[in-house]
């Protein structure tokens, strides 16, 4: 049997919130944050008022600009303002088609942090934001592209695992983490995907991360905008209700996109079936065929969001969504988060 452990005591937990402070204090310092948290950037979910609530906790809200014009995101950067004095961040798809009219905006409306996500950042917009004032935050899904762009001047880096929801890549969260928290030393790295109690959190910090991420977690918080069916759609699925997009035919790739199983999933298997047949039997070529399944999840993250169509939109999840468990304000969950590695550490002092 293992022996019984000594109840936690007062100087326990005083020691492991100093612990907590000293593991973090990178994060911390360059998210200007009380807890070095940040929101995961979440398309329709992530706007003004999740993004100041947790602000407002202590934690680091992150504006998802999805495919916003630059007027879109000038108006929602000045309400996200007019809710919180603190620091923010705004994710930009390097994709955008508008991205350096985008940029402009940021800088102009003195945004302090910038998070370049959607596909590896180019060294001269890295440089580009810089220069206009805010600190940029860029996502690495491997060693060797966290290192060049360390080298480009990125002032953070984040490593993301499958376990995340929306778009993934092939690696888990743990695996990332081992691979590149020991080798990036000299830029703080925050951890996502998967991650949903405050021990997670110790745990990649004792690891060498600077701060995590977390998106799914924050879905269900009372400042969300999220439908209440989409709420409750995340309260009732187990993590392994939140499963990737399926690839029918290797010849027609499909970006593997982590959300809730429903209606839609289901379709989009068979939708693609039928595409393909069309294909075969020459009523379609390859690329009016691939356009085809690309287009099937137009606007359906909206629909579920918010409309609330849970059968046949996108529920995009993360595999934490199994300990999503009620609506609950940003503050406590915040609050849960810090109070869970707090007690974890304290197993450590």
């Not at 202590?58 to 309400?79: C, H, K, N, R, Y």
């Not at 994709?95 to 985008?102: D, G, I, K, R, V």
């Not at 440089?127 to 001047?153: D, S």
Request: charged share 20%; with cysteine; hydrophobic share 45%.
């Amino acid at each position: 049997m293992l022996p019984e452990r000594a109840p936690v005591t007062g100087k326990d937990l005083q020691r492991a919130e100093a612990l907590l402070d000293e593991l973090w204090a990178a994060g911390r310092k360059l998210l200007g944050t009380r807890y070095a948290i940040m929101g995961g950037a979440m398309t329709w979910v992530s706007e003004r008022n999740l993004v100041a609530a947790m602000s407002n906790a202590g934690a680091f809200g992150v504006l998802a600009t999805g495919s916003m014009s630059p007027a879109q995101l000038d108006a929602e950067i000045a309400a996200t303002f007019a809710l919180t004095s603190q620091p923010f961040g705004v994710n930009l798809i390097t994709l955008h088609p508008e991205l350096q009219a985008l940029i402009d905006v940021c800088i102009a409306r003195k945004v302090s942090h910038v998070v370049l996500a959607g596909g590896v950042p180019k060294g001269a917009d890295v440089k580009r934001v810089k220069q206009g004032g805010p600190r940029v935050l860029v996502f690495a899904p491997a060693i060797a592209l966290a290192l060049r762009l360390a080298r480009a001047g990125a002032d953070g880096i984040i490593i993301e695992g499958n376990e995340a929801g929306g778009h993934v890549g092939p690696v888990s969260t743990s695996v990332l983490a081992q691979e590149i928290l020991p080798h990036v030393r000299d830029i703080p790295v925050f951890v996502a995907g998967g991650i949903g109690r405050g021990a997670a959190v110790a745990m990649y910090l004792e690891m060498g991360a600077a701060g995590c991420q977390l998106g799914t977690r924050f879905v269900c918080a009372t400042e969300s905008i999220a439908h209440p069916k989409c709420k409750q759609a995340f309260i009732h699925a187990q993590a392994r209700d939140a499963i990737p997009s399926v690839q029918v035919d290797p010849h027609f790739p499909v970006i593997p996109v982590r959300a809730i199983q429903n209606a839609g999933t289901r379709r989009f298997a068979q939708f693609q079936r039928e595409v393909i047949d069309d294909f075969k039997s020459g009523r379609l070529d390859q690329a009016a065929a691939q356009l085809k399944i690309e287009h099937f999840w137009a606007g359906q993250l909206r629909n579920a969001v918010i409309n609330g169509d849970i059968e046949n939109g996108s529920l995009m999840a993360g595999q934490s969504v199994g300990m999503v468990t009620r609506v609950q304000p940003t503050a406590e969950i915040v609050s849960e988060l810090v109070s869970e590695a707090v007690t974890a550490l304290t197993r450590r002092v």
